[in-house]
């Protein structure tokens, strides 16, 4: 059990093996508290890989906390945009105004005072005060986590909060004072790159083979334990590309709930006919000319599974209709790649507007 391992046993060959073997990462380069922080607030949910040139677009556009404050909501959530999970930019956003109501637009080198700020819980605050501000605090992600409970052999559930608050109290006071960005950094990065968490973890190569219980008894391939979910809810959908020339029409979601505030194509509940589309269609008082089945897609949220299927529609004139009015816009595919920023759950159809999400529209 890791409440009763020896984990000061494991610091010092962790610290030895780290310098040689660390990654070169953009946010490494230069660990000042706003690029951890935005690092890490991108790095929640999404790979290293995918996150790496959104981050370098995100610091040319907004460089600092203030910049970020003052940002428009429409320009972050297109610099966003392929990140998903938006209301970590919402988020993170509403903190910057606070840190720059309240800490003159720097981040506070205080773990209390940080985890005060909206969208920062204790790996987030850890994580800024170790590695910017070499502050001896624990930062317990999923990676630290599954190393510990392999090197303890520890069968705990690590979907239970009291698992991750025990693993942070054990790690406090062994966290060395004059090393704690050091060490914060080595263990994210020993389970990232060794102690990985899909496929056969890279035993031959961690500092911590020699102290690894789970390693010794062959265990390692049923830890860490988590008890089974739910199964998500499956919700099906029809998407409507419907265009008239150049233009395209989108729909504002609402400001509260899932993808709120983002723009995105109509679509219905259920997997609906050509005829069914059709009278929808001529409903918004449209003339459908042409209707083109889509293939279908699926987009997975955390507990919702978005299974659809769509048509392209193109219609004789889209009406003068203001966004104000009706929360539609018909915008040309230019300025939709420019300024509105499209949900990744509609990636497969953004195609019928010839325009790209995210960062991949810096690759044309």
């Known amino acids: 059990m890791l409440k009763d391992y020896p984990i000061r046993q494991l610091v010092r060959p962790l610290l030895e093996w780290y310098p040689d073997h660390a990654r070169v990462l953009p946010w490494r380069e230069q660990p000042e508290p706003y690029r ?202 029809t998407v409507l590309v419907i265009r008239d020339g150049e233009k395209v029409l989108l729909h504002r979601r609402p400001r509260q709930g899932l993808l709120a505030g983002m723009y995105e194509f109509p679509n219905l509940e259920g997997h609906l006919t050509r005829e069914e589309v059709t009278r929808y269609v001529e409903g918004m008082e449209l003339l459908p000319l042409k209707i083109e089945p889509l293939e279908e897609a699926r987009h997975i949220f955390s507990h919702i599974e978005w299974q659809m299927t769509g048509y392209m529609i193109r219609v004789a004139q889209l009406d003068d209709l203001t966004e104000h009015k009706t929360g539609y816009v018909f915008a040309e595919a230019e300025v939709s790649e420019e300024k509105y920023a499209i949900p990744s759950a509609f990636a497969r159809y953004t195609k019928y507007m010839n325009i790209r999400l995210g960062i991949s529209k810096d690759k044309k």
């Open 36 to 237: 951890v922080w935005v690092s890490e607030i991108m790095l929640q949910q999404t790979r290293v890989e995918a996150v790496k040139p959104y981050f370098e677009r995100f610091m040319q556009a907004l460089p600092d906390v203030a910049a970020l404050a003052d940002c428009p909501e429409e320009r972050l959530l297109k610099l966003w945009e392929g990140l998903g999970y938006y209301n970590r930019a919402r988020n993170m956003q509403a903190a910057a105004r606070t840190v720059m109501q309240d800490y003159e637009g720097v981040l506070p080198a205080d773990y209390e005072a940080l985890l005060k700020l909206k969208g920062i819980g204790h790996y987030t605050a850890g994580a800024i005060a170790s590695i910017a501000y070499g502050i001896p605090v624990p930062a317990v992600d999923g990676n630290v986590l599954r190393i510990l409970m392999r090197v303890s052999e520890d069968d705990s559930d690590i979907g239970k909060q009291s698992v991750k608050s025990e693993a942070e109290r054990l790690l406090w006071p062994v966290i060395p004072k004059d090393q704690a960005a050091m060490f914060t950094q080595a263990t994210m990065e020993l389970g990232a790159t060794v102690c990985v968490p899909n496929g056969e973890p890279k035993c031959r190569e961690c500092p911590w083979q020699p102290y690894c219980l789970a390693f010794r008894h062959g265990t390692y391939d049923r830890l860490p334990y988590k008890n089974k979910t739910k199964p998500r809810k499956i919700e099906e959908k």
